[in-house]
């Protein structure tokens, strides 16, 4: 097996040396002035980057622990949902939609399309019962991403909350929490912020806090609950668990490293990734998965011929050429090139397009790998100029 060179694939990614050394600073105890300012300090950070003005809270495990949490302390026995399914996390929301004893109502389409907001806001004003939308920004198995500019306003509009899955989405698409009225968001740092896997970002509205204080079922004294975090943590100052050190101070640096930048340069650096990338899989002769309307910034997701499996093509590319590629993880027949955190910039696309085409010609696929380098090298060099 050759070395690891390069990870492409959609989270966790490569991290920074300045994240790395932060990830390394000194463990001290969590009650210590100095970690208690920083822990606050990162939760503002977090805030500016999600662009809200609501509570902030940083739970103890990777975004599903956040987005399981939320979902659970939001949603009641009988209490109707709307879930917009378009990739494989929508779907899961689904399932734990219908677990926690939600009427679930469905809008789904296949896994490279994207849902209409036209059509949400018909099945609202159809359905007033709904009191809730679950939605997925950017549907990172696939590469699509929703209209929430769009469906936020409309879930809003009709005193319906949203709780928006935004792990990917965070730092590598345009996202305004408040503006889009989102009430519950949930992030990572581990995709475009390019942090340690380990951390949830939450943002919760007034409104939501409303609506999880009037839930029966809200977990409280659990690991899940945000209800404890509200009222230990921003009620008290004391935390219902330790958070991890580590992980905080990693996180605060990642976000440190997106603010400095600017969040909208973070973002154009994950587009600028992305056309770069398209450009070379087009002129490569391969296809695209999904529209370029519909297709997030953070991965470029490409369709196979059938004659190649995409876990196998995934373990080719890292046994042969040390790059790790992601596969359709439950999405389709596709591969994934990612450009998130570190590796949305300059000559990482043209790496994993090239351990990407190779590999293809070496599995008995037609591609012309040349052709698709030629044209990725135009679109960077034009986006240089
Ligand atoms: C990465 C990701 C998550 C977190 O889930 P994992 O299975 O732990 O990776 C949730 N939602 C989306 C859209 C993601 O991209």
Redesign the pocket.
């Known amino acids: 097996m050759s070395t690891l060179d390069f990870t492409l694939s959609?989270?966790p990614v490569a991290t920074t040396a300045r994240t790395l050394a932060a990830l390394g600073a000194p463990i001290t105890y969590h009650y210590d002035p100095e970690f208690l300012e920083a822990f606050r300090r990162t939760q503002e950070k977090v805030a500016q980057v999600f662009r809200t003005e609501n509570d902030i809270i940083l739970m103890q495990g990777?975004?599903?622990l956040g987005?399981e949490g939320a979902t659970r302390s939001l949603v009641r026995p009988g209490m109707h949902v709307l879930n917009l399914v378009q990739g494989v996390?929508g779907k899961g929301t689904g399932f734990w939609l219908a677990d926690f004893g939600a009427v679930v109502h469905e809008i789904e389409v296949p896994y490279n399309e994207a849902v209409d907001p036209e059509q949400v806001e018909a099945y609202l004003d159809a359905h007033p019962e709904i009191e809730l939308l679950t939605v997925?920004?950017?549907?990172?198995?696939s590469g699509t991403v929703s209209d929430l500019s769009r469906i936020g306003p409309i879930a809003q509009a009709r005193g319906v909350l949203t709780l928006v899955?935004i792990?990917?989405?965070l730092a590598g698409m345009e996202l305004l929490a408040d503006e889009w009225g989102l009430d519950v968001c949930v992030a990572?740092a581990?995709?475009c912020l390019g942090g340690p896997?380990g951390v949830s970002l939450v943002s919760v509205s007034e409104a939501a806090w409303k609506a999880i204080s009037a839930n029966p079922n809200a977990p409280t004294a659990s690991y899940l609950s945000l209800t404890d975090w509200k009222e230990k943590w921003l009620g008290q100052g004391v935390f219902p668990y330790t958070p991890s050190i580590s992980d905080i101070h990693g996180l605060e640096a990642c976000l440190d490293q997106a603010l400095e930048e600017g969040v909208d340069n973070v973002i154009a650096r994950h587009r600028d990734s992305a056309l770069v990338t398209r450009a070379g899989v087009r002129a490569m002769g391969l296809s695209l998965w999904s529209a370029d309307e519909i297709s997030g910034f953070c991965v470029t997701s490409i369709a196979l011929p059938d004659s190649i499996d995409h876990t196998e093509l995934r373990s080719y590319v890292r046994d042969r050429y040390g790059v790790m590629l992601s596969s359709g993880q439950g999405a389709g027949n596709l591969i994934r090139i990612a450009h998130m955190g570190p590796t949305a910039t300059g000559l990482f696309p043209i790496v994993g397009l090239s351990a990407l085409g190779r590999a293809l010609l070496d599995l008995g696929v037609s591609v012309d790998v040349g052709a698709g380098i030629e044209s990725a090298l135009d679109v960077l060099s034009k986006q240089r100029n």
């Open positions: 959609a989270g990777e975004a599903i987005l996390f997925v920004a950017s549907e990172t198995p899955d792990v990917s989405a990572g581990q995709k896997p």
